[in-house]
């Protein structure tokens, strides 16, 4: 299933509207992934994505809406490729990469959720040269060489998933935000004081709360399965 390339336009989620261009069935199957993993309305509130991400540890290992992967296929921080329409293509926006676990220290005892894994910011999208991108699955776009010469900027190093064991399948799940008012400014964002409940000190506690508290909305998600091998 093809993908057409979505814009940067930024507004709120309710007011988020699909493009000419945009293939609605395709953006409702993203959505559709998220509600069937729980992960909307569990992690973030229902949005219409406005990009595509791709995410990748290796040539063999990739995200693509829910797979399984093994947590040693995980352990390096994997990269990012953020997708969009070069009709409003904006290399001056900036874009946040989150990844959160709401399944610790499991998904039916859920008492140190969420667990922060990483936010990245400083992220731009990659070059506007292609007119579609695959959704299901993400293409492989792995490039560890292009990745790391990013001036991207950590504000939770990236802490690779490693679910206990007997505590079955986590959810990792991968966000992307961008500034609600669409600023291109640099962005003053806030660091989570503690991993566990992004800092909320509650139990459900998590982005959502962090991506308010910072004016941020969702505009693009992705997210894999991953399980200690002793269940």
């Known amino acids: 299933m093809l993908l057409p390339l979505v814009g940067t336009t930024i507004g709120l989620p309710i007011e988020q509207q699909p493009l000419k261009d945009i293939v609605l069935d395709d953006l409702l ?26 995410i990748s540890w290796s040539k063999k290992h990739s995200a693509a809406l829910g797979n399984t992967i093994k947590p040693s296929h995980l352990q ?33 005892d859920p008492k140190w959720s969420q667990m922060c894994h990483w936010i990245a910011s400083n992220i731009s999208l990659s070059s506007p040269s292609l007119d579609f991108v695959q959704i299901l699955p993400i293409p492989n776009t792995h490039n560890e060489e292009k990745w790391e010469s990013l001036s991207i900027d950590e504000i939770i190093p990236y802490k690779p998933p490693g679910p206990p064991p007997k505590t079955g399948k986590h959810r990792y799940v991968f966000l992307v935000f961008a500034p609600r008012n669409g600023t291109t400014e640099p962005l003053d964002l806030s660091k989570p004081g503690e991993r566990r409940h992004w800092g909320t000190g509650k139990e459900g506690g998590g ?9 941020l909305v969702a505009v693009g998600a992705n997210f894999v399965y991953a399980q200690n091998k002793k269940q």
């Open 29 to 54: 199957t993203v959505v559709a992934e998220l509600k069937k993993a729980e992960i909307i309305p569990t992690v973030i509130e229902a949005f219409l994505p406005t990009l595509t991400v791709s």
């Open 76 to 108: 390096n921080q994997p990269s990012i490729t953020l997708h969009g329409d070069g009709n409003t293509y904006n290399e001056h926006l900036k874009y946040i990469v989150t990844l959160t676990d709401p399944d610790a220290p499991s998904r039916v």
């Open 207 to 215: 982005v959502r709360e962090w991506a308010g508290d910072n004016g």
